[in-house]
């Protein structure tokens, strides 16, 4: 089946530091990929995405590059700040035909940026 | 604005209750989604639902039941709360042929 796996935990970089927080996909189908972002007391909400191979992603100084020969989208940030800190998920979403096609998340990676 | 909305925000029941937990969107979106999020487990799925009358179950539905009788409105029924059950519950809707999915602001449920 379809499955998503990014960086476990928590990652805690200091402000100014660069970010890369992985994200490897697996499925049969072609995909659609995306991040959403966390914050304390709130709901998960879009972060970027990008719907075909070779598509980069961006929000926020943060990128994310589609390949397609990895299976990969992982999140970078060249200088993250405090107020970047949040849980982000990486998940797919492919498209069966005319069907929907329902969101596949990772378990998500802590993002604890220090002052 | 449009916007989904979550009741209650806190919830604390005993197990072998029955609890229902609402959600409400004004977009007129047409899918909408139940999930569960646990430390180490990220964001499960529970059910979903594409339309009016449409319920389907996601990869945790066990102990779970939804109904659509309108397009706003997806709740989410757990039958006999179980320890095993408290978590926090967000629901979120997606207009058809789109990719974003908006979040509410999640129910935090505990079952002593």
Not at chain 1, 92 to 101: I, T
Not at chain 2, 75 to 82: D, G, M, V
Not at chain 2, 87 to 98: E, I, L, M
Request: net charge neutral; hydrophobic share 30%; glycine share 10%.
């Amino acid at each position: 089946g379809d499955s998503v796996v990014q960086t476990e935990g928590q990652v805690l970089p200091s402000e100014g530091d660069s970010l890369i927080v992985n994200c490897s996909y697996e499925t049969t189908q072609y995909p659609s990929l995306f991040w959403y972002v966390q914050y304390p007391g709130e709901g998960p909400q879009l972060h970027l995405k990008a719907m075909k191979a070779n598509d980069k992603g961006r929000n926020k100084g943060f990128e994310a590059m589609y390949r397609k020969e990895t299976t990969s989208f992982h999140l970078e940030k060249d200088s993250v700040q405090e107020s970047d800190s949040a849980v982000y998920f990486c998940a797919l979403r492919r498209f069966y035909g005319g069907s929907q096609g329902n969101l596949i998340f990772g378990k998500g990676t802590k993002l604890s940026v220090k002052p | 604005d449009a916007e989904i909305t979550q009741s209650p925000r806190h919830k604390i029941t005993e197990t072998g209750r029955q609890v229902t937990l609402a959600c409400h969107q004004t977009w007129n979106h047409n899918n909408m989604f139940w999930y569960r999020q646990d430390l180490g487990h990220g964001l499960r799925l529970i059910h979903y639902s594409y339309g009016v009358q449409d319920t389907n179950k996601g990869e945790v539905s066990d102990g779970y039941s939804v109904s659509r009788s309108n397009t706003e409105d997806l709740p989410l029924t757990l039958e006999s709360a179980a320890s095993s059950q408290t978590s926090v519950y967000f629901c979120a809707s997606r207009a058809g042929g789109t990719d974003t999915q908006y979040f509410g602001p999640g129910t935090r449920l505990t079952v002593l």
